[in-house]
């Protein structure tokens, strides 16, 4: 397993961007698929986005055309770009790793502390 740790979550505004950071330790990095995922409060944990070794990207319909995600493979870091963020995207985010490579939600078997993300209206 690898070991997880985001950052780059606040209070913003509705409209405004945030950009969050996943730092990643473990030097098989490279065969992981990355993901994102976010928790609101009294919802279940919902899939984000997910960017594989080879940079083959899926993303949730909500987010996406308003989300990137992007990986870094020398640096070890995944990021998730957000821009014109809405009230509804309030949630913890959390960075998780997918060992299996399959990149299927269920799969996700690494996770970090998570990121609170606050967006007001």
């Known amino acids: 397993q690898v070991q997880l740790v985001e950052s780059g979550g606040g209070l913003v505004e509705a409209g405004d961007s945030l950009r969050l950071s996943c730092a990643v330790s473990?030097?098989?990095?490279?065969?992981?698929?990355m993901g994102w995922f976010r928790q609101a409060p009294g919802k279940e944990r919902e899939f984000v986005a997910a960017v594989s070794w080879t940079g083959s990207i899926d993303y949730a319909h909500y987010v996406k055309g308003r989300f990137t995600i992007s990986r870094d493979n020398d640096k070890n870091t995944v990021q998730l770009q957000m821009n014109s963020l809405k009230p509804e995207d309030t949630a913890v985010y959390y960075c998780a790793a997918d060992s299996t490579g399959s990149g299927k939600p269920t799969d996700f078997d690494s996770w970090g502390q998570g990121t609170q993300v606050t967006v007001s209206s």
């Open positions: 473990g030097r098989t990095f490279r065969r992981y698929v």
